[in-house]
Every structure is written in C-alpha cells, then in structure tokens.
T-cell receptor, first 112, second 117 residues
C-alpha cells in the first residue's frame, strides 16, 4: 500500500527566504506526482504536476523535483512571501487516472 | 463551468439523517473522484468514476456510503443514517483523460463541510 510522508509538518520562515518542502513515498511505481496548495476553508489548488518520466517542473517561484527511484520529491519555493502561507500537500498517482494518495501536508507560515 | 463546483458548501445534519452531496466536474472531464479529509490530514480516497462507470469504491468506509454518476457528468455522494464520525470535509475532483498525452491532473472543488450533530 502506497504511503506518502511529508516533512516537516510545519515550517515558519521570514519573508524572502528560499525553502524546501519534502515528500517521500514508499512505492516507486508511480505514474505522476502532484503538489497542491490548501488555504483555510478553501479547495486544493494544483501547483505542479510531474509525470514519472520527468525530473522536475517549474512554475514561477516554484520548482518541484522528482526522484522516482528513491521515492522522493521536493518543492522549492524561492524568495518566499507572506502570501505563500498555506498548507502544501504532496500526492502520488499509481497509474493513469487513478486516485491520488496524499501526504498529511506541510503547514507553511511566512512571516513579514 | 470554469472549475469543479460542489454543493452545498456546508451541511449540518442530525445523527441518523441521510445527506446527499453534489459534485459538478469541469465540463468534458472524464474522471471524477471523491475524497474525504479530516482536520490536519490529507484527503483520503473514497471512490471514483470514469464516465458513468464506478471504477473503484474500495475507499468507501461502509455500506452507508454510496455514489453515483448516472449521466457521466454530475455525481452525488450519499451518506445514509449519518453518524458523528462522518463529520469531515468531502472533496470532489475531476480529471481529463487524454489518450496521447495523459497528464491526468486532478482539479479539486471547494469541498462540502459536513457536520453531524
């Protein structure tokens, strides 16, 4: 059974810092990996999707990497801003359009 | 519509009542997923559909939970004889099945917050 772990559970940084969120998964036979942002009382916003054949994806200040063989992904946030404060969720897909398995998330606070 | 919509956004019900939660996926999306999220946890899979066919319902906690998508678009998740432990955020997502370039990116709705008193 696939298990997804996110470390750290919570993180507080001053504005402007670069930071890394970590995600690990137990079964390396994944189809894709998605990073989401969750704001209190709101839905999940898809940030980046990495297919199993890719090693990284970038969107603005965000960069996600994937090392499938070691069962790891990282989300790098450059020059953090208070607006980046949210919970970040990592989720893996086993194959095609099958359900995602989520980690518990990392709660990020960026202090102005 | 522009995104996945869910209704109601909030539902408070008394123990023993039945509830029906609705999900309207992004137009043209083939796959529809239901998840449940407890406070401080990530979403957990309940069931999913390709078109109108229910592909996997292994995540449904017990037989009080059921889901349907009769015309391959809107889906309803029904919980019968609700219990306090059913209180959670229920999330719906949809994805586009593309044969040549299957990204299968899932897009989530805002969720329905269910509270069972």
């Amino acid at each position: 059974k696939q298990e997804v772990t996110q470390i750290p559970a919570a993180l507080s940084v001053p504005e402007g810092e670069n930071l890394v969120l970590n995600c690990s998964f137990t079964d390396s036979a994944i189809y894709n990996l998605q990073w989401f942002r969750q704001d209190p009382g709101k839905g999940l916003t898809s940030l980046l999707l990495i297919q199993s054949s890719q090693r990284e994806q970038t969107s603005g200040r965000l960069n996600a990497s994937l090392d499938k063989s070691s069962g790891r992904s990282t989300l790098y946030i450059a020059a953090s801003q208070p607006g980046d404060s949210a919970t970040y969720l990592c989720a893996v897909g086993g194959s095609g359009n099958t359900p995602l398995v989520f980690g518990k998330g990392t709660r990020l606070s960026v202090i102005a | 519509g522009a995104g996945v919509s869910q209704s109601p956004r909030y539902k408070v019900t008394k123990r023993g009542q039945d509830v029906a939660l609705r999900c309207d996926p992004i137009s043209g999306h083939v796959s529809l997923y239901w998840y449940r999220q407890a406070l401080g946890q990530g979403p957990e899979f309940l069931t999913y559909f390709n078109y109108e066919a229910q592909q996997d319902k292994s995540g449904l906690p017990n037989d009080r939970f059921s889901a349907e998508r009769p015309e391959g678009s809107i889906s309803t998740l029904t919980i019968q004889r609700t219990e306090q432990r059913d209180s959670a955020m229920y999330r719906c997502a949809s994805s586009l099945e593309a044969g040549d370039s299957p990204k299968y990116e899932q897009f989530f709705g805002p969720g329905t917050r269910l509270t069972v008193l």
